[in-house]
């Protein structure tokens, strides 16, 4: 256990939680030293949000503890937590709507104040006195995160970089001594993270800890004093971030360390005709949530029997990238081109009859239907393509050429034809995976969308599923690769890019991007930091 001293604010030591099978934290051990600013990171899945969960008391660890102020708090309410000095923001704002910006960080300090409907009734004048003074208090919070000049405005009406703040304020309105922030610059524009950054120095100056999570790291190198990397549950690294940007094991956490077998190696040389036009082509193509970024002018092209992937550290804009093409999010400007002609003004379901699939993030299969009727899902667009009756009673040739799609998946992936007729919700996650791209290939696609197939799986598992991509290739299929296992991805594909930040970093031949010294930069988006650091 470690030992306390006067600088320890908070102390986890030997943290574990298993959600069934899932070793979600492992032994995880380290402190928060009063009056500094430590950025908890890790690759997607590391336990991040579960030890957020710990921290503030809505999970209990099975083993191990956590101290606040020399104090175990492990077991203790999230209220009663709270009460004790630590507050927390969450990913979603979940602000207020109905209130105004004020009431809504008055509202954090009345279980402080011990104020409520009987005292108001009894005590008339002091409530009044109370409730003065939290709104006294509320607007000190709001000056310090730079929303004072809102504070009367309803809420609803804030940007979401505003919302964010507002969280944090009112976490604030608690009287927090130690302030945990879930991925605070989550969707903020650059200006809006500028913003974000100060506020967060100023509450340190006022003499609050802050510990946050959060996927951006040339923001959290620029604004943490310390970092600790979670990878797989287990603390794989603590220190500065300089040191920490530099580790090897840190690196390798972030890109993948699995490799698919020898023989797959090097990926296929692709020699495509010169003047044929791309499968895909997009120009200049941005995409805006609100006031945020998420893709900025990303120019890529990917031709017929490629694969290309596209890698990134969450957040980065991948899947708004495959969503902008499948037609699920439409593009502020630039064009996207399918063999050709633009598709821009184009339906979703017409983009999939014309020969686009996607398999999403998560699988997101029909979990009561079995196999079968999962794959029969994938033909529907082929179905309605042959006319409204074929939906009840498709015709000879029309069922026919459904059969023969569906026998060729079943060849491709074998472990779906001996588990045809059991529930896709009872298959293991390699199992699903395969389900969700041969509901894909069911349309019969000639470009196919893969968002990060590999998410969730084990290593063995990992190499099986993108293995099979090179056999699709063959086909004439044109693979489209989303994926945060880099290393793992640039193996099977002909062409990478690296997205940070919605921007397009790095291109090129992917043998060449894996060998690249620069790759680890620029994945992590750490060369931002680098930058202003020599500024």
């Known amino acids: 256990m470690t030992s306390s001293s006067p600088e320890t604010l908070l102390e986890v030591n030997g943290v574990s939680v298993r959600f069934g099978g899932l070793q979600a934290l492992c032994d995880v051990g380290f402190d928060v030293r009063r009056g500094e600013i430590l950025a908890l990171i890790g690759p997607n899945g590391a336990g991040k949000s579960t ?3 710990v921290l503030s008391s809505f999970i209990a660890p099975q083993t191990g503890e956590v101290r606040l102020k020399g104090r175990a708090i492990s077991g203790m309410t999230p209220d009663a937590v709270n009460r004790s000095g630590l507050a927390r923001t969450f990913q979603a704002a979940e602000i207020l709507a109905g209130m105004t910006v004020l009431d809504n960080v008055a509202c954090a300090g009345v279980a402080r104040a011990r104020t409520g409907m009987l005292q108001g009734m009894t005590h008339p004048f002091a409530t009044a006195r109370t409730l003065t003074a939290l ?18 405005r309803p809420a609803a009406a804030l940007t979401a970089g505003q919302q964010r703040l507002l969280a944090v304020a009112r976490a604030l309105g608690s009287d927090a001594e130690l302030l945990l922030l879930d991925e605070p610059a989550a969707g903020l524009t650059t200006d809006e993270k500028k913003l974000l950054a100060a506020a967060i120095c100023r509450i340190r100056e006022r003499g609050v800890t802050v510990l ?28 500065d971030p300089q040191t920490v940007r530099h580790d090897p094991a840190v690196v390798a956490a972030y890109l993948g360390n699995t490799d698919v077998r020898a023989e797959r190696q090097p990926a296929r040389t692709v020699t495509p005709d010169a003047g044929a036009a791309p499968v895909l082509r997009l120009d200049r193509l941005s995409v805006r949530y609100g006031q945020a970024d998420a893709l900025v002018n990303v120019s890529l092209e990917a031709r017929r029997g490629e694969i290309v992937t596209l890698i990134g550290a969450n957040g980065a804009g991948k899947s708004t990238l495959l969503k902008a093409i499948a037609g699920l999010v439409a593009p502020v ?81 074998p472990r779906l034809k001996e588990r045809i007729d059991q529930q896709a919700g009872t298959l293991s996650g390699g199992e699903g995976q395969m389900l969700a791209i041969g509901r894909a290939l069911m349309s019969r696609p000639q470009l196919l969308m893969l968002d990060e197939p590999s998410f969730g799986l084990a290593p063995q598992v990992t190499r099986e599923i993108l293995e099979s991509l090179p056999r699709l290739a063959e086909r004439g299929i044109t693979v489209l690769l989303v994926e945060q296992n880099a290393h793992c991805a640039l193996q099977v594909a002909d062409r990478g890019y690296v997205l940070v930040n919605g921007q397009i970093a790095l291109e090129g031949r992917a043998d060449t991007l894996l060998d690249s010294p620069d790759i680890g930069e620029a994945y992590l988006g750490w060369q931002d930091a680098a930058s202003s650091e020599a500024a």
């Not at 006294?136 to 504070?151: K, N």
């Not at 006319?387 to 060849?411: Q, S």
Request: glycine letters at 12%.
């Open 135 to 152: 709104r006294a208090h509320a607007a000190a919070m709001l000056d310090l995160v730079g929303l004072g000049a809102l504070a009367g």
């Open 212 to 239: 946050f999570v959060e996927h951006d790291l040339a923001f959290v190198s620029s604004l943490a004093d310390r970092l600790v990397v979670l990878n797989h549950g287990a603390v794989l690294a603590k220190g």
């Open 333 to 413: 400007s630039g064009g996207i081109a399918f063999n050709g002609e633009s598709i821009a003004r184009l339906p979703m379901e017409r983009r999939t009859a014309a020969g686009i699939a996607l398999a999403p993030e998560g699988r997101q299969l029909f979990g009561t239907l079995s196999v079968r009727d999962n794959l029969q899902m994938g033909g529907y667009t082929g179905l309605r393509g042959a006319g409204l009756l074929n939906l009840f009673h498709p015709r000879r040739a029309v069922a026919r050429a459904m059969t023969e799609t569906m026998d060729d998946i079943l060849t491709f992936f």
């Open 51 to 53: 030890l957020l969960n």
